[in-house]
């Protein structure tokens, strides 16, 4: 995993660890990808992952957003959440949640962090250790037959230590649950800084290519008012819909994660 950061690295290798069961070509995917946008949210990172569309997956029914990895990061005081997303078992990003926490001065290429962990199904914290190789044994070599030789020592007892169980894997919700109405009404005196603001001018798009595809479908094809306003009623209520409201939540945010949102938040 050369071309990720230390800290991508170190991540990617306990993710794999705590994931192996279900995707066991997590490593596999991580080692041969290729890096794409890398950006510091403010509230974290996100890392994307390039792999290859032609590659098959060993679990493709793992979609979504997966992992309890955690990693003190810098001078943070709690530390920053990580979970991968994939996309019918295809890895195609990193997200690192910090909690509140402001990590706009933070450079993730190279910033120092500690200990990793991992979340069980009790809410306990799991530190992540690799584990090591063991020593080879070393060949004595014969002694020569005119000296005695001494008698052998008794080897001092090592106690071996159980590896710790992997917990189980842990799997999150791709995304939360769309804004209401009211927040996004709210948010439209700040639409870049709220996430219900950023949903309604995403809305707004919709509400224009809905307008010009009225028009478009009315005079160039030359259709009847009739018709070009069942087209628009339809699509009206699909982007409504509940499944709408969810495509169009998850535009806002992958919008966002792009900084679609950057040049209108206040200087």
């Known amino acids: 995993m050369s071309h990720l950061t230390p800290l991508e690295s170190a991540v990617m290798e306990a993710m794999a660890w705590q994931m192996g069961d279900s995707v066991p070509d997590l490593a596999a995917q991580a080692a041969s990808s290729s890096p794409g946008l890398r950006r510091n949210t403010g509230a974290g990172l996100y890392s994307q992952f390039l792999v290859d569309a032609n590659r098959r997956t060993a679990n493709p029914d793992a979609t979504g ?127 870049a800084v709220s996430r219900g603001g950023k949903l309604a001018l995403v809305y707004f798009g919709a509400y224009v290519l809905i307008l010009l595809a009225v028009l478009f479908t009315r005079m160039a094809l030359h259709t009847g008012w009739f018709f070009a306003l069942i087209v628009a009623v339809w699509a009206l209520r699909y982007i409504h819909s509940p499944k709408g409201r969810a495509k169009m939540a998850d535009l806002a945010d992958r919008l966002d994660r792009n900084g679609a949102f950057e040049a209108l938040k206040p200087r």
């Open 65 to 191: 957003l997966f992992g309890t990895v955690h990693a003190t990061v810098a001078d943070l005081p709690d530390p920053i959440g990580f979970q991968i997303e994939l996309r019918q078992g295809r890895l195609t990003a990193l997200h690192g949640q910090s909690y509140g926490q402001d990590t706009r001065a933070i450079d993730f290429s190279n910033t120092p962090f500690g200990e990793i962990f991992t979340i069980d199904e009790r809410g306990q914290s799991v530190l992540y250790r690799p584990a090591r190789r063991a020593p080879e044994a070393v060949v004595s070599r014969p002694k020569a037959a005119a000296r005695p030789a001494a008698p052998a020592q008794p080897r001092p007892q090592i106690p071996i230590k159980t590896p710790v169980p992997k917990p189980a894997d842990h799997a999150l919700p791709v995304a939360a649950a769309p804004p209401s109405v009211a927040e996004m009404l709210a948010g439209v005196s700040n639409p």
